[in-house]
C-alpha cells in the first residue's frame, strides 16, 4: 500500500496539484482526498491526513518518493504493531 498510495498521492497527483492549484491547496487538497481515501473508518481520515500532510512536506523536502515511502511504511508497521499488541 505505501508504494502505492505514495506513488499515486505524492509522485502523480501532487506535482499536478501543486503546479495548477499552488502550493498550499495543492498540499491542502491532497492531504484531505488523502484522508478521505481512508474514510472507511470515520475516526481514521484526521490522523491519515496528518501522516498525508508529513509526507508531502518530506516529498517537498527530499524531491523524492523514497522517504515518504519509507515514512508510509514505519507508520503502518507502528499501526499493525499496536493492533497486534492490544
Given at each position: 500500500?505505501?508504494?502505492?498510495?505514495?506513488?499515486?498521492?505524492?509522485?502523480?497527483?501532487?506535482?499536478?496539484?501543486?503546479?495548477?492549484?499552488?502550493?498550499?491547496?495543492?498540499?491542502?487538497?491532497?492531504?484531505?482526498?488523502?484522508?478521505?481515501?481512508?474514510?472507511?473508518?470515520?475516526?481514521?481520515?484526521?490522523?491519515?491526513?496528518?501522516?498525508?500532510?508529513?509526507?508531502?512536506?518530506?516529498?517537498?523536502?527530499?524531491?523524492?518518493?523514497?522517504?515518504?515511502?519509507?515514512?508510509?511504511?514505519?507508520?503502518?508497521?507502528?499501526a499493525?504493531?499496536?493492533?497486534?499488541?492490544?
Amino acid at each position: 500500500a505505501p508504494l502505492l498510495e505514495e506513488g499515486m498521492f505524492r509522485g502523480y497527483m501532487l506535482p499536478i496539484m501543486m503546479r495548477v492549484m499552488g502550493r498550499k491547496t495543492g498540499i491542502a487538497v491532497n492531504v484531505v482526498l488523502f484522508g478521505l481515501m481512508h474514510a472507511s473508518d470515520a475516526w481514521a481520515v484526521l490522523p491519515t491526513a496528518i501522516i498525508g500532510l508529513v509526507a508531502c512536506l518530506l516529498w517537498e523536502k527530499t524531491n523524492s518518493l523514497t522517504v515518504p515511502v519509507i515514512f508510509h511504511m514505519v507508520n503502518n508497521f507502528c499501526a499493525m504493531t499496536l493492533l497486534w499488541l492490544y
